[in-house]
């Protein structure tokens, strides 16, 4: 249950426990894929540390998603929690965000399907619930490819994927982090085995509802045996097209099942993608403010909020927190330009995936008057 630390009215300015973190504010920094990690080891360095610190003041940083295994890699140069060297490099990262005062969890990722064999360990084909080609284009390291149809997990397989998260939720203990976000949103392998027109499977892992949400459930409960259930949080997306996954056929049972499990388990906080992820905020298909009610942890609203919105969302009760992402890459001191209704900075999405500082540590804090 979220509280505020203060007996001032509740503001988007305000703290807020998430479970056993307490953050200073309730502008989150939303998870931002930016494909810096270093080459061919996927490990973060001395860069990503400036990039999060300069963003410390963010009430929570979810980090970019990092892949649980070699297996969960889907893009260029994304980081990994699954070496010591990649422990390491986040080390630098949640010092340094710590040091600046600053709270962060990691997102810990498998992408499934969304992948290609130029990604998977021995040019393997990638995995997912069933072998469905989610299609599209996929940048690899010798450039433009098709995306392929992927190989369904055996049943005897999903136990290894549910340890690598277990693992990764160990490294990333270990690696200061505060606590995990299971990235189970926007299409990636736990959403293409929720969702019945992608799982074909015929096996404990598909079919009906409580099949579906299984594998997902099982990572949710190697996270909590790691971190406990107050430092384990989820990000859901329950009608988002994302990466061309197809919607779920009753999306507010498949959900609205899935949040009351997650309440049983007591998580601290659930993190909606409300619409289309990074476009419209349509939400028909599932009632967020019925899972808001439903769900006695905290409820971190995401999806194109401006100022005006965030305050309202936060002030009328309807989110506990708010996560903002582009915003966040033009505007590293965005809680500061929020308080003072300061005009931001729009980012240069050309740059979002470019090694090195341009587009990624050279946009600076407004200069203290
Ligand atoms: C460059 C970029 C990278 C992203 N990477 C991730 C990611 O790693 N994990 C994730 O769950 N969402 C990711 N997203 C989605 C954002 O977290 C967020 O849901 C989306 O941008 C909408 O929020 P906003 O309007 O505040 O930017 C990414 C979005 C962008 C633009």
């Not at 979810?62 to 986040?90: C, F, I, L, N, R």
């Not at 406990?228 to 999306?251: K, M």
């Not at 931001?344 to 200069?367: F, I, K, N």
Request: net charge neutral; charged share 20%.
């Amino acid at each position: 249950m979220s509280t505020s630390a203060t007996t001032d009215p509740v503001s988007l300015f305000s703290p807020v426990r998430i479970g056993a973190i307490e953050c200073a504010n309730r502008i989150f920094m939303a998870p931002l894929t930016r494909c810096h990690a270093l080459p061919g080891i996927d490990a973060p360095h001395a860069l990503n540390a400036t990039y999060y610190t300069q963003r410390a003041s963010a009430g929570l940083i979810v980090s970019e998603a990092t892949q649980v295994s070699p297996q969960g890699k889907g893009y260029v140069d994304t980081p990994g929690m699954y070496s010591a060297t990649q422990q390491a490099g986040w080390q630098l990262v949640t010092d340094a965000v710590h040091a600046a005062g600053g709270r962060i969890v990691a997102q810990l990722w498998h992408v499934g399907a969304v992948s290609h064999p130029e990604f998977q360990p021995g040019g393997a084909l990638p995995v997912s619930s069933s072998a469905i080609n989610p299609g599209g284009i996929v940048r690899t390291p010798s450039g433009k490819q098709e995306r392929v149809a992927p190989r369904p997990l055996e049943t005897h397989e999903i136990a290894g994927v549910v340890d690598d998260w277990r693992r990764a939720a160990e490294i990333a203990r270990r690696a200061g982090f505060d606590g995990v976000e299971i990235h189970s949103a926007n299409g990636y392998l736990l959403e293409q085995f929720i969702r019945d027109a992608v799982n074909r499977r015929t096996d404990a892992y598909g079919g009906s509802i409580a099949n579906r949400l299984r594998l997902a459930l099982e990572v949710v409960d190697a996270c909590v045996s790691v971190f406990g259930r107050d430092r384990v949080g989820i990000r859901l997306s329950p009608v988002t097209g994302s990466n061309n996954c197809p919607q779920d056929s009753n999306p507010q049972a498949t959900y609205g099942t899935l949040v009351d499990a997650l309440d049983t388990r007591g998580i601290a906080f659930i993190h909606f993608v409300e619409g289309q992820t990074g476009a419209s905020r349509h939400l028909d298909g599932f009632d967020f403010a019925l899972a808001r009610k439903r769900f006695r942890g905290s409820y971190i609203a995401n999806n194109r909020y401006t100022r005006d919105m965030a305050l309202q969302a936060v002030h009328s009760g309807a989110a506990d927190a708010v996560a903002f992402g582009v915003p966040f890459i033009g505007n590293p001191d965005l809680p500061h330009r929020l308080r003072i209704d300061a005009p931001l900075v729009s980012a240069r999405p050309e740059t979002y995936y470019l090694a090195g500082a341009q587009g990624y540590t050279d946009y600076p804090a407004l200069a203290v008057a």
